[in-house]
């Protein structure tokens, strides 16, 4: 018995370190309903074979062995589908708990800033790869504060220098 989430999870952690669009695990989920072992293990070669960046020859042959391992074309596509969908949490996973891990130096940043401005209260959750800031009295360029406290964020805290992380900015609602 194939352990659908195990494979499929395993995968998309090797596509994300790949550079592997979504697209082509959700294209290959597709296909592996209408077509059986021998078309898929056709289009796989053809894909890793093509030239261009799509995925390596090591990929490729993981997604064959994968698929030597399901009884029927069904069960791949089942893998192809929960690798497809837990690609959006190999990659943002470590980028939310490395945000997480100082939180408590982001807000105190964060409290300086608003401070300094006079933006008043403030407040900040994590969503995905983003940094969404809340401060009660914002005004001007919402982008360009963004900006100005990305940067202000990845000079004041060593770990997030290399973070590739978004800071959106939003009005706190409520005060």
């Given amino acids: 018995m194939v352990d659908v989430y195990a494979e499929g999870e395993a995968l998309a952690e090797m596509a994300v370190k790949e550079g592997v669009a979504r697209k082509q695990l959700t294209m290959l989920r597709d ?5 059986d ?12 074979a093509r030239g261009v960046r799509v995925w390596s020859y090591e990929f490729g042959r993981r997604l064959e062995e994968v698929l030597d391992k399901c009884p029927d074309t069904m069960t791949f596509s089942r893998i192809m589908g929960i690798a497809a969908q837990s690609m959006y949490w190999v ?4 980028i939310m708990s490395a945000l997480y891990e100082v939180m408590p130096e982001i807000k105190r940043v964060l409290r300086e800033y608003s401070g300094f401005k006079g933006y008043g209260d403030v407040d900040v959750r994590i969503y995905g790869k983003q940094l ?8 001007g360029d919402l982008g360009s504060i ?13 770990s997030l220098r290399n ?12 005060r």
């Fill in 37 to 48: 072992k021998r078309g898929i293990r056709n289009w796989i070669r053809r894909q890793t």
């Fill in 132 to 139: 969404t800031v809340f401060f009660e009295k914002v005004r």
């Fill in 146 to 158: 963004a900006r100005d406290i990305a940067g202000l964020l990845r000079r004041s805290i060593p």
């Fill in 163 to 174: 973070l590739r992380f978004t800071v959106y900015i939003r009005k706190l609602e409520g």
């Fill in 91 to 94: 990659e943002c996973e470590p």
């Fill in 31 to 35: 296909l592996s309903q209408v077509r």
